[in-house]
């Protein structure tokens, strides 16, 4: 239902977007988060945007940094990240929950790594 695309490697100082194609749901209708998980630590909640792409939510980590934004018509949502630093690296995930609850949906993850 959920994958996730556009890891890679990465200077610091240097941009990626990642992307997450959302199937099988009504897409419209569904929260989309985004969690990181780094080498050795716990997997920490980055992002946040609401189904109707009114209300997004960040981590102290990575506010200023990053945006994320969705696409309904391309069942598709990003994380925009910018000014990348080596503690960024990590195995990044989209998960889809709809707006009222239930089933959190998770991809299998895009790993980014972030050279000092």
């Known amino acids: 239902h959920v994958v996730e695309s556009g890891g890679g490697l990465v200077q610091a100082g240097g941009s990626l977007r990642l992307s997450c194609v959302v199937s099988?749901?009504?897409?419209?209708?569904?929260?989309l988060r985004w969690y990181r998980q780094a080498p050795g630590k716990q997997r920490e909640k980055i992002a946040f945007?609401?189904?109707?792409?009114?209300?997004?939510h960040y981590a102290d980590s990575v506010k200023g940094r990053f945006t994320v934004s969705r696409d309904n018509a391309k069942n598709t949502g990003y994380l925009q990240m910018d000014s990348l630093k080596p503690e960024d690296t990590g195995d990044y995930y989209c998960?889809?929950?709809?707006?009222?609850?239930?089933?959190?949906?998770w991809g299998q993850g895009t790993q980014v790594t972030v050279l000092s």
């Open positions: 998960t889809a929950q709809h707006r009222i609850g239930g089933h959190e949906y």
């Open positions: 099988g749901l009504t897409f419209p209708e569904f929260e």
């Open positions: 945007i609401d189904e109707r792409n009114s209300r997004t």
